[in-house]
């Protein structure tokens, strides 16, 4: 597989007629003194900014919604995305160590836990994901934060052929995505050196059987969802893809304090998602959503 042709490829969604206005809002944006705080809230503070230059700013920020992850704050700016996305980093980062290590964000939207990831020193950090509107998400915020994070527009099926391999892959709501997890999970596999962690999160259901839901249509009115499995059905997926060690870090239901409609997003979100009157269901009548945290080893 050529990457760099893909890569050429891929570049074109940059004069899409909804992304060209935006890319060229980033690109106009003027060089400013900042700092930033990469908390819960990544919080970045520009000097001497005039109340038009924030504005202007703001205006450039509302045209990229809907903004799903975060939150992010510039001055006194806050962008609320529809996840607070500090909570799934916060329960993850017990278990990774990112110290002079190469690590990979497969599916790393906006690249807020990338952001997130530079407070331990990475060798490196490379995110993976196609959509070209969380692009212009990072782009407009790298802006202010000039990191060295690598953003390609590339997506989990092209991990295993990119020019190296990664000490730490991350691949947080992806798999439901993917009609074949467990090529999926190979590809992951065979990105990762020797040694190489994965830490993963999927929608799960209860049971100990080994089992998977497929939902026929629709899941919590997401379209492209295809396997739902019990923990003992994931771990199995991990182990044909090759892992070892398989260890379940944590199990935790969806709730509105982590998933919810803001001003950010103009559209549904987790209380349009759930059955009104019983929200132990989903509107499809399924389980409600749930994720299983797993981090599995390469030996």
Avoid at 110 to 138: H, T
Avoid at 255 to 281: A, C, G, V, Y
Wanted: aromatic share 12%; with cysteine; hydrophobic share 35%.
């Amino acid at each position: 597989m050529n990457l760099d042709e893909l890569r050429r490829e891929r570049q074109k969604c940059l004069s899409w007629k909804n992304i060209a206005p935006i890319n060229s809002t980033i690109d106009a944006l003027d060089e400013y003194k900042c700092s930033f705080f990469l908390g819960d809230i990544i919080d970045i503070q520009i000097e001497n900014i005039s109340k038009d230059a924030m504005q202007e700013i703001e205006q450039g920020a509302k045209m990229m919604k809907p903004w799903r992850k975060g939150p992010f704050k510039i001055n006194e700016l806050l962008i609320d995305s529809e996840w607070r996305s500090d909570k799934k980093y916060n329960l993850l980062a017990p278990y990774f160590d990112l110290k002079d290590k190469i690590v990979g964000d497969i599916g790393c939207n906006n690249g807020y836990y990338m952001f997130r990831m530079l407070s331990q020193k990475p060798k490196k950090i490379i995110g993976f994901d196609p959509s070209a509107l969380y692009y212009m998400q990072f782009k407009f915020l790298n802006h202010f934060i000039k990191s060295d994070i690598v953003y390609e527009l590339l997506g989990v099926e092209h991990l295993e052929f990119y020019e190296h391999k990664f000490d730490l892959l991350f691949c947080l709501g992806v798999l439901y995505h993917r009609s074949d997890p467990v090529s999926t999970l190979k590809s992951l596999f065979k990105s990762l050196n020797e040694g190489g962690e994965l830490i993963l999160d999927t929608f799960m259901i209860d049971g100990d059987e080994e089992v998977a839901l497929c939902p026929r249509d629709r899941y919590s009115k997401i379209p492209n969802i295809y396997f739902i499995p019990t923990v003992n059905t994931l771990k199995n997926w991990c182990f044909r893809a090759g892992f070892c060690e398989i260890e379940v870090l944590n199990i935790v239901k969806t709730e509105h304090d982590e998933q919810r409609k803001t001003p950010w997003i103009d559209t549904q979100s987790l209380e349009d998602f759930l059955d009104p009157n019983e929200s132990s269901r989903t509107v499809e009548g399924y389980p409600a959503p749930k994720r299983v945290y797993i981090k599995a080893k390469k030996n």
